[in-house]
Nanobody, 124 residues
Framework: QVQLVESGGGSVQAGGSLRLSCAAS????????RGWFRQAPGKEREAVAV????????YYTTSVKGRFTISQDNAKNTVYLQMNSLKPEDTAMYYC?????????????????WGQGTQVTVSS
């Protein structure tokens, strides 16, 4: 059973930084993708960033390009999301995802495996 555990959320002022971590375990298949998604109150969940773990290609939603960086540590089976220059509109619950599902995001299928979420709140 795939388990994803996020950490690193919190409250910051606009312009601040946070780093989210997602540790994975329980894979019985070769996963080539990991992703970060977010959901703000009253809005649909959106993809924020995806990394192809085999060649480290990364993709970002337009609103976070240049501010967020997704990266991986294969030895720890952990993916990170470094978030800089945070804005109030980045406030949301952030979820880590592992490959597996029925919806395509930048060459990867997601939808089956999610972490419990970590809250990010940015005040103006």
């Amino acid at each position: 059973q795939v388990q994803l555990v996020e950490s690193g959320g919190g409250s910051v002022q606009a312009g601040g930084s946070l780093r989210l971590s997602c540790a994975a375990s329980g894979y019985t298949y070769s996963s080539n993708c990991r992703g970060w998604f977010r959901q703000a109150p009253g809005k649909e969940r959106e993809a924020v960033a995806v990394i192809h773990t085999d060649d480290r290609r990364t993709y970002y939603t337009t609103s976070v390009k240049g501010r967020f960086t997704i990266s991986q540590d294969n030895a720890k089976n952990t993916v990170y999301l470094q978030m800089n220059s945070l804005k109030p509109e980045d406030t949301a619950m952030y979820y880590c995802a592992a490959e597996g599902g029925s919806v395509w995001y930048w060459g990867c299928l997601f939808g089956f495996y999610w972490g419990q979420g970590t809250q990010v709140t940015v005040s103006s």
